[in-house]
């Protein structure tokens, strides 16, 4: 067993599911300029003792993809486990695809086409049902490449093997009233969206870029409760300093859980994970 402060990954991802906790995550050693092969699995009682990674995705030979395995989100759905990940190429944009298994630790094998547009640099899907039933996959278009980055969502197949119709924007970075430009006056990021319903029905969506101090997590909100509405920015953000790129997840004993990576920094990046409660409509960290 290792510590939870002994994992270095980014964008970690809690799946609770049948009594046990897998922790998904952006390999920290093969995230930036270097060539990637594959993404784990942790398994864990009580999110603080984890066994050792278990390889679940190993690149197979000849893939297009040699590097930035990118931000792995698994999610129970008609029953199977489907991983929404990001890959890239020296020669490829950075797109987001399905991968399938039968169990949250067995092998994942590449199950869809590319869901996010070709040519265009994206990355961090989520899964979202919506209130009709209808998957979307809510994503990032990348700042590399418009330089004012946004979060797009896009209609799924069914069986998730597929987008159907055209991507539309949820938001723009710069929109927000916290935001600072992370690399040059006019670079803005966006990362890890995830979306939840909170009690009473609302949904929300958090989101990660940099604000005065650092990397940092943010919330936004639909107008009508579903994908298709209009999208308002909170002022106030749930996690303000050095940490970001996060999930909500609910334990076993019912409390609700912000996971995210911190330190922001390379090497150093470790799972962390805060209880959250609900004040009316807004989630707060709870103290």
């Known amino acids: 067993m290792i510590k939870r402060t002994e994992i270095n990954i980014r964008d970690p991802f809690v799946l609770a599911y049948n009594g046990k906790y897998y922790l998904y995550g952006t390999r920290g050693a093969e995230c930036w300029d270097c060539e990637a092969f594959g993404l784990d699995v942790y398994i864990s009682d009580d ?16 893939f297009w993809a040699t590097m930035n395995y990118w931000a792995p989100e698994v999610y129970e759905y008609n029953g199977a486990f489907y991983m929404l ?4 190429s020296e020669t490829e944009c950075r797109g987001t695809f399905i991968l399938r298994s039968d169990a949250p630790d067995g ?7 590319r ?15 919506s209130k009709n039933g209808t ?17 797009c969502a896009v209609e799924l197949s069914n069986d998730l093997r597929r987008s159907v119709g055209e991507p539309f924007r949820l ?3 710069s929109d927000a009233p916290w935001i600072r430009p992370a690399q040059g006056v006019d670079i803005f990021v966006t990362d890890g969206p995830y979306m939840l319903r909170l009690d009473g029905g609302e949904l929300i969506m958090i989101w990660s870029s940099f604000g005065e101090e650092g990397y940092t997590e943010a919330t936004v909100r639909s107008s009508n409760g579903d994908i298709d ?22 334990t076993f004993d019912g409390r609700l859980m912000l996971a995210l990576h911190s330190p922001n920094k390379r090497y150093e990046e470790r799972p962390c994970f805060y ?4 004040v009316g409509n807004t989630l707060k960290l709870k103290s």
């Open 47 to 62: 999110l603080e003792n984890w066994t050792e990674p278990k390889e679940i995705f190993t690149r197979p030979e000849g």
């Open 85 to 88: 990940v990001s890959f890239k």
């Open 107 to 113: 092998k994942f094998e590449v199950y869809s086409e």
């Open 115 to 129: 869901i996010t547009p070709e040519g265009q640099e994206c990355l961090d899907g989520t899964l979202y049902i």
């Open 135 to 151: 998957p979307y996959m809510v994503y990032c278009h990348e700042w590399t490449q418009i330089k004012d980055g946004t979060i």
């Open 171 to 173: 938001i723009t970075a």
């Open 229 to 250: 509405g209009e999208w308002t920015h909170d002022s106030n953000l749930l996690f303000k300093k050095d940490g970001g790129h996060g999930m909500i997840f609910r």
């Open 275 to 278: 209880e959250l409660e609900q």
